[in-house]
């Protein structure tokens, strides 16, 4: 049977360099249960059910998810499942779950966003994003880079980069390059849990408009909350560091 060509609108770039499928599975290593994002034409697959007790594989494709399907029919432990990866509640998946995946660009930011709200129920995160997104993950203050989504992840997860990928190891090569990363989620927040949420809508607004100071972007934040946290209001958000914005959170919370 022909195969289809790759579809760009589902982000699909295979993977085909066995080094960086090394590089992944080891980064993984033996794991119980794994979840894996957009299993494709099961580069990743077929390892991590070696490597994992139980491995779910989230297909979009139902050309690709049916092809794996057929693939593991005798595998109790392996479950292929064609679904949206957005609109599936990680945390109906068993507790201690390892997300793995070579993700969809399109959807990798949002999906990221989701998993936040699932975070208590995750072990780790190893995914493959753009590099661009990478380094915004990781991006420290004052880094260019350093957006709402850095401010955000970094407060719930550990965040590093284990390698960057060239275009040249996926059929079709993309047109940037790419980076596995690492989230491990924070076990404890510096705010009660269900906090979070409101601090990553203060996160966005301090960011709602790169160029425009602190100052700008709270119009509305009493002169005394920046005198309390001893924060410039003429900086800019990227410049702010996790601790200085968790006491603007706090100071914020308390006087609004
Ligand atoms: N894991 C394979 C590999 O590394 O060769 C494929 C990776 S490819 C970058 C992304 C895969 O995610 C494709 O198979 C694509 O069909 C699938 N995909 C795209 N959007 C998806 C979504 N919303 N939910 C689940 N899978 C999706």
């Known amino acids: 049977m022909a195969v289809r060509p790759p579809w760009k609108r589902l982000g699909q770039h295979f993977l085909i360099d066995g080094a960086t499928i090394d590089a992944i599975l080891a980064a993984v290593g033996e794991s119980r249960v794994v979840v894996e994002i957009g299993p494709g034409r099961g580069a990743l697959t ?3 059910a070696a490597q994992a007790q139980h491995l779910y594989a989230i297909e979009k494709d139902a050309s690709l998810a049916a092809s794996l399907q057929r693939e593991f029919v005798g595998e109790p432990s392996v479950s292929i ?3 949206d ?5 990680l945390t109906a998946y068993p507790n201690g779950l390892r997300v793995v995946g070579n993700l969809p660009y399109n ?3 949002a999906l990221l966003q989701q ?3 699932a975070r208590t129920h995750l072990t780790d995160l190893t995914v493959m994003v753009q590099r661009e997104v990478a380094q915004r993950l990781v991006a420290p203050p004052g880094d260019p880079a350093r957006g709402q989504l850095s401010v955000v992840v970094q407060l719930l997860m550990e965040v590093a980069v284990l390698l960057d990928v060239e275009p040249g190891c996926f059929d079709p090569p993309p ?3 790419s980076s596995v990363v690492r989230l491990v989620p924070r076990r404890e927040l510096p705010m009660p849990e269900g906090a979070w949420q409101d601090f ?3 996160a966005q607004q301090a960011f709602a408009s790169r160029r425009k100071t602190l100052r700008n972007n709270f119009p509305k934040l009493p002169a005394a909350v920046w005198t309390a946290t001893g924060i410039d209001p003429g900086r800019r958000a990227e410049t ?3 601790d200085e914005f968790v006491r603007l959170f706090r100071t914020s919370s308390r006087a609004c």
């Open 175 to 177: 047109q940037v390059m």
């Open 46 to 48: 077929r390892r991590l």
């Open 107 to 109: 959807v990798a930011t």
């Open 240 to 242: 702010l560091s996790g």
């Open 81 to 83: 499942k064609c679904a």
């Open 115 to 117: 998993w936040m709200g």
């Open 85 to 89: 990866a957005l609109r599936e509640d």
């Open 200 to 202: 990553a809508r203060l």
